[in-house]
């Protein structure tokens, strides 16, 4: 089992920038890749990016490209989503999760582990 902790939400004015964190512990040998998601208040939990630790390959959704940029630190084991830009419509809960396989990297099905999320909260 991966552990997963994020940080670095808060609230931020719109036009503004975060950086947030995702540190990994535990058998992350297993992890193939990992994702960031996010959750508003009423809706479905949806994928932003996901990218694998050894190549760094990345995946992000369309809506987000251009916005968002996720890196990672394999010698920290720590992945990071850079958010640019802030909109209202950003605001939610963000959550960093761990893959096992190559398998849609892009559905909530496709991790094995998960953090307990981090609030970010964009005023206009």
């Known amino acids: 089992q991966v552990q997963l902790v994020e940080s670095g939400g808060g609230l931020v004015q719109a036009g503004g920038s975060l950086r947030l964190s995702c540190a990994a512990s535990g058998r992350t040998f297993t992890s193939y890749a990992m994702g960031w998601f996010r959750q508003a208040p009423g809706k479905e939990r949806e994928f932003i990016a996901a990218i694998t630790w050894r190549a760094g390959t990345t995946f992000y959704r369309d809506s987000v490209k251009g916005r968002f940029t996720i890196s990672r630190d394999n010698a920290k084991n720590t992945v990071y989503l850079e958010i640019n830009s802030l909109k209202a419509e950003d605001t939610a809960v963000y959550y960093c999760?761990?893959?096992?396989?190559?398998?849609?990297?892009?559905?909530?099905?496709?991790?094995?582990?998960w953090g307990q999320g981090t609030q970010v909260t964009v005023s206009s």
């Open positions: 999760a761990a893959a096992n396989t190559p398998n849609r990297l892009a559905s909530t099905n496709g991790y094995d582990s």
